[in-house]
Structure formats: structure tokens, C-alpha cells
């Protein structure tokens, strides 16, 4: 858990609750500054709402305004996540 820190995850809240979140992992690489988009996760309950989806442009966002040179998102097949 070397890499997790509060300030590198965004969360969504809706009922009170946190209903989505992900993580954001700086790094070099022969692209330059990068960020893994890493994590992207939303509660059952709260899915289909877009969240997830805002969440990613937020952190675009973010890692534009920081000046990266590449963002990366590896996507899971939900066969992996117990779907």
C-alpha cells in the first residue's frame, strides 16, 4: 500500500455514502510524467448514474492542470470482479 494516499483518490457521495471512487498513481515512464487512473470502482446500488464516468474526467482534468504527459487506464473485465 505504498502508493495509496487520500489525497490521490476521488470519491463520489450520494445518499451520505460513498458511492464511487478511484485512484490516481503518478509515475515516470519513457512517456514522461504519467498518471495511472487506477481502482475505478461504484457500489452496486449507485451504478448507472455516471459516476464513474465523472469521476475519470475529473481526474483528466487534474492530471492536465499537473502537466502530465500521459494518463493510463487498464480496464478489468467484470468476469475478474465477480460478475
Do not use: N
Amino acid at each position: 500500500m505504498r502508493y495509496y494516499s487520500r489525497r490521490r483518490m476521488l470519491t463520489a457521495e450520494c445518499e451520505g455514502r460513498t458511492a464511487a471512487m478511484l485512484h490516481m498513481l503518478p509515475f515516470e515512464s519513457e512517456l514522461g510524467r504519467s498518471t495511472y487512473i487506477y481502482g475505478v470502482a461504484t457500489a452496486p446500488e449507485f451504478r448507472r448514474r455516471g459516476l464513474a464516468g465523472k469521476l475519470i474526467r475529473e481526474a483528466m482534468r487534474l492530471i492536465g492542470e499537473r502537466g502530465d504527459d500521459a494518463a493510463l487506464l487498464i480496464p478489468t473485465p467484470a468476469m475478474f470482479m465477480g460478475h
